[in-house]
């Protein structure tokens, strides 16, 4: 890292020009709309378990159809990112995305009914899975070429919390949609929204070496600091492809296996705050929809809060000097900490006191969300989207475990008390693979 550019004050990286931030602000309102349309079938969950005739085991398969496909697509996303570049490959992928919304939409309206209106939203929600694949690792390709090492934690915090967002916006409205119109209608107008926002990504994004707008001092700044800045200028140029034995490296370092596993674990609490809880709320905790739909923007506005604030004393850290590899780890594991107070649910009355530790928790799990931005920093640059489709297709294991464990749990038990366990177990495992298993974070493969 070049010295003169690691210790440049906010006045000097402003001088520079905030373009990378626009880009940032893009990928920011294109993750708030992913992360709502897969919240849809939490929100309108009860209502669609009464109008098809659903239980709770059929709902917990349809939620876990998502996370199938989106873990298996996450290594072929990340090839295609390689291969074709994010500004062509998220483009797609977001098109198709709001397709796959829009269509759940129209089960209701086919009149189908048990068995097959589950099957139909199962495989519709699979193939949403499967074309959302890149989006993730897209972001992180994004970060990685757009941002120098000491911004990427609060950049990649930024767009990772949209998922917060994403809650705090869309849980009311589509909640009151639900109330005031029909389940149908969160759907549609949800796909209908993305294919606008399609629109405007072709129209706005391009690559750091040919977007419009971005000055010569600020691309100077970001490659000094870190940038990958050439990454799609070489995509486009390079004539050797990676061979076998870089490719195995993605599945032979150990901390690449330690970010892998505190993705898995990171990746259940959001599975469970984006599919079961609002359920949880309503069925275990006897709230309508309308106040469902509004107490869990509460703990999502904290989620919010802390992924800022999470990633903000990562790259604060390492402006005071201290070694990225801690600066991202700190965070983590406070953050991962405080998750596991959502299980103290179990033991209070008020429903107050539940909302108090499930923003507390949400806080905690926000607080940990630098696990992209530690892929920005360790990924093999010449395997950036792959790597990140392996992280996030790992990770992505546990959508397909957890709904369905809860599923299991709740249907067989008729409470959410294991569930909340279960979920808060995964923070403990989490610590474990960042403190125990991780080493010293590094650019894998390079000396």
Not at 198 to 218: D, I, K, M, T
Not at 408 to 420: D, K, P, Q, R, Y
Request: charged fraction near 10%; aromatic fraction near 12%.
């Amino acid at each position: 890292m070049n010295t003169k550019s690691a210790v440049a004050t906010p006045v000097e990286r402003s001088a520079v020009g905030r373009h990378r931030f626009l880009v940032l602000a893009l990928i920011f309102i294109i993750t708030v709309i992913n992360y709502a349309d897969r919240a849809t079938l939490s929100i309108t969950g009860t209502e669609v378990l009464s109008d098809l005739g659903l239980d709770p085991v059929m709902l917990g398969l349809i939620f876990s159809a998502f996370a199938w496909a989106y873990a298996l697509g996450q290594v072929p996303g990340g090839w295609l990112l390689d291969r074709y570049g994010a500004r062509r490959v998220y483009g797609v992928s977001l098109i198709l995305w709001s397709l796959f919304t829009l269509l759940q939409g129209t089960v209701g309206w086919m009149g189908l009914a048990g068995v097959s209106a589950a099957v139909a939203l199962f495989s519709m929600r699979f193939m949403l899975g499967l074309v959302e694949s890149p989006a993730f690792p897209a972001n992180s390709r994004i970060v990685s070429c757009w941002f120098p090492t000491r911004e990427r934690g609060t950049a990649s915090a930024l767009f990772n919390s949209a998922q917060y967002m994403a809650v705090v916006v869309f849980a009311p409205l589509m909640a009151w949609m639900t109330h005031t119109l029909s389940w149908e209608h969160v759907f549609i107008w949800m796909g209908a929204l993305g294919l606008v926002l399609s629109v405007v990504w072709f129209r706005l994004y391009h690559e750091p070496h040919n977007a419009p707008g971005l000055s010569r001092e600020e691309f100077d700044y970001m490659k000094e600091g870190g940038a990958l800045v050439d990454l799609e200028h070489e995509r486009k140029t390079a004539k050797s492809k990676p061979t076998r034995a870089d490719v195995l490296q993605l599945f032979t370092s150990r901390n690449l296996w330690a970010l892998y596993l505190g993705q898995y674990c990171i990746t259940a609490l959001t599975y469970f705050f984006i599919t079961w809880f609002p359920i949880y709320l309503i069925k275990g905790r006897g709230m309508t929809i309308m106040e469902a739909g509004w107490v869990a923007a509460l703990p999502a506005i904290c989620g919010f809060t802390g992924g800022i604030l999470g990633g903000f004393l990562s790259d604060w850290l390492i402006s005071r000097g201290v070694h990225p590899s801690k600066a991202r780890k700190t965070p983590f594991v406070l953050g991962m900490g405080l998750s596991t107070t959502l299980v103290l649910a179990n033991y209070v009355d008020a429903n107050s006191a539940v909302i108090m530790l499930m923003a507390l928790a949400f806080f905690g799990k926000g607080f940990a969300a630098v696990g992209w931005a530690v892929l920005s920093d360790v990924a093999p640059k010449k395997m950036v989207g792959l790597c990140g489709g392996v992280f996030n297709g790992i990770g992505n294991i546990a959508g397909i475990i957890t709904p369905l464990v809860i599923g299991f749990v709740v249907a067989t038990t008729g409470s959410f008390h294991n569930a909340l366990w279960f979920v808060a177990a995964h923070g403990v495992l989490a610590i474990f693979a960042y403190l125990l298993l991780a080493t010293r974070f590094e650019r894998t493969g390079q000396a």
